[in-house]
C-alpha cells in the first residue's frame, strides 16, 4: 500500500512538472527586449532594430510541433537602422507608410518540422514552419526556417525568410542611397523570457 501510495505521487508530480513545461510560455516586451533584424536587398545589407514589440510564445517544450503558438506585433515607428536618413526612407510614405500602417504583426500557423522536438537546455532546434504576416496593410503566407534555444529562463529564436515586397502592395522606391531591391531576405532575432 505504502509503496502504491509513493509510486501515486511521484508519478503526480512527474504529470504536474510535464503540464506546467506545456503551458508555461515565454514573452518579449520592450523595454530590455529590443527585436534585430539584418535585411539583405541585392549587395546591400542593412541591420537594425525594433524597440516596440509585443511577442508571446507558448507551446509543450516536450513536443515543438504539437501545436505551440507564436504572436508578435511590431510598432513600425519604431524600426531603424541607426541612419536617420534611412530610416526616414524607410518609414515614409514611398515604403512602409508608418504612418498609415503603424503596425505589423507575425502569427505563426503550424510547424512542419522540427530537429530535435524536443527543446533542452542549450540544444538549439531548428525549425521549418509557416507563418501569416500582416505588413503594410496586407497579410500573406510566409514560409520560415527558425533556430530556437533555450538557455535557463530565456529563449532565444532567430528567424529568416524571403519578402516579395510587392506582394504586399509596397512599391520599390528608386532612392541612390537607399537602394531597395523586391525581394527581401530577412533574419530577424529576439530573446523572449519565460512568463512569469
Given at each position: 500500500?505504502?509503496r ?6 511521484v ?5 504536474a512538472?510535464v503540464?506546467?513545461a ?5 514573452v ?5 527586449n529590443?527585436?534585430?533584424?539584418e ?5 546591400s545589407t542593412?541591420?537594425g532594430?525594433?524597440t ?7 507551446g509543450?517544450?516536450l513536443?515543438?510541433v504539437n501545436?505551440p503558438?507564436?504572436?508578435c506585433?511590431i ?13 526616414a526612407i524607410?518609414?515614409?510614405?514611398t ?6 500602417y ?8 503550424r510547424?512542419v518540422s522540427a530537429v530535435?522536438?524536443r ?5 538549439p532546434?531548428?525549425?521549418k514552419a ?5 505588413l503594410?496593410?496586407?497579410?500573406r503566407?510566409?514560409?520560415v526556417q ?7 529562463g530565456t529563449l532565444r529564436?532567430?528567424?529568416a ?11 520599390q522606391?528608386?532612392?541612390l542611397c537607399?537602394k ?5 531576405h ?9 512568463d512569469?
Amino acid at each position: 500500500m505504502v509503496r502504491k501510495t509513493i509510486g501515486l505521487v511521484v508519478f503526480y508530480c512527474m504529470l504536474a512538472s510535464v503540464t506546467r513545461a506545456a503551458t508555461n510560455g515565454f514573452v518579449a516586451r520592450t523595454p530590455g527586449n529590443p527585436l534585430t533584424w539584418e535585411a539583405t536587398l541585392g549587395r546591400s545589407t542593412f541591420r537594425g532594430q525594433a524597440t516596440g514589440i509585443n511577442a508571446v510564445l507558448a507551446g509543450n517544450p516536450l513536443d515543438v510541433v504539437n501545436r505551440p503558438t507564436c504572436t508578435c506585433t511590431i510598432d513600425m515607428a519604431t524600426l531603424g537602422t541607426g541612419n536617420p536618413s534611412n530610416d526616414a526612407i524607410l518609414r515614409g510614405r514611398t515604403y512602409l507608410d508608418v504612418a498609415r500602417y503603424p503596425t505589423a504583426t507575425f502569427a505563426l500557423e503550424r510547424v512542419v518540422s522540427a530537429v530535435p522536438q524536443r527543446l533542452a537546455e542549450g540544444v538549439p532546434v531548428e525549425v521549418k514552419a509557416q507563418a501569416m504576416l500582416t505588413l503594410h496593410g496586407v497579410t500573406r503566407t510566409v514560409p520560415v526556417q527558425a533556430s530556437l534555444t533555450m538557455q535557463g529562463g530565456t529563449l532565444r529564436m532567430a528567424c529568416a525568410f524571403d519578402i516579395d515586397v510587392t506582394q504586399f502592395g509596397i512599391t520599390q522606391p528608386h532612392v541612390l542611397c537607399f537602394k531597395m531591391g523586391k525581394v527581401i531576405h530577412l533574419r530577424v532575432g529576439l530573446t523572449a523570457r519565460r512568463d512569469a
